[in-house]
């Protein structure tokens, strides 16, 4: 078989249009992706903290990123910050916590769970595990009744439950830095 330059030229110049293409595609379109990430993070920091706080804006507190609610005023009324753990049934588990800084939890939204299983370790985004969660002092235990505290796990979802719960407790130890400022 002879060796022709075109048997490699060809494939070369189409890969190199193609990667072109994909470069211009991504440039353009990496400004909206972004804005509606944001747009969505807002959305959702809007959602933890209490309806009528001011729509949260987001910054940096003593080390922290955040979403926080000022009042007129500028003091500071609340803040919703993301926690973190490793430790869930499918590996990382993030959500975002709203806090009043009067030091209740105000609620949480799962951001990411997806090793999770469907139908049972999921269940720790449903209200039957958030609502007593809400209103909870910061300095309350975290601790499921299983590991000798006094909140419930999910039924069937005990790990999925625990991890929640380090996840909300990194947050807490986030939100107890923003405090000390």
Known sequence: ???????IL?????????????AYINHKTQ?????????????????VLPENFPTPVKTNLNGAACYAS???GGGLLGVALEGVTFKGYGGEIRLLAGFTMDGLLCDFK?????????GLGTKIQS??????LRNRPVSAG???????????????????????LEALRDAIEKFNRIRRE
């Open 31 to 47: 400004p909206v992706i972004l804005g509606a990430a944001i747009h969505k993070e807002l959305e959702t920091a809007s959602l």
């Open 127 to 132: 209200e039957g595990f958030h609502i007593p």
């Open 70 to 72: 000022f009042d007129p």
């Open 142 to 164: 975290w601790e499921l009744r299983q590991d000798g505290g006094d909140i419930d796990a999910v039924t069937a979802a005990t790990i999925s439950s625990r991890a929640a």
């Open 10 to 22: 060809a494939p070369t110049l189409i890969a190199a249009a193609c990667a072109a293409m994909l």
């Open 110 to 118: 799962i951001l990411h769970a997806p090793g999770e299983t469907p």
């Open 1 to 7: 078989m002879k060796f022709e330059a075109r048997n």
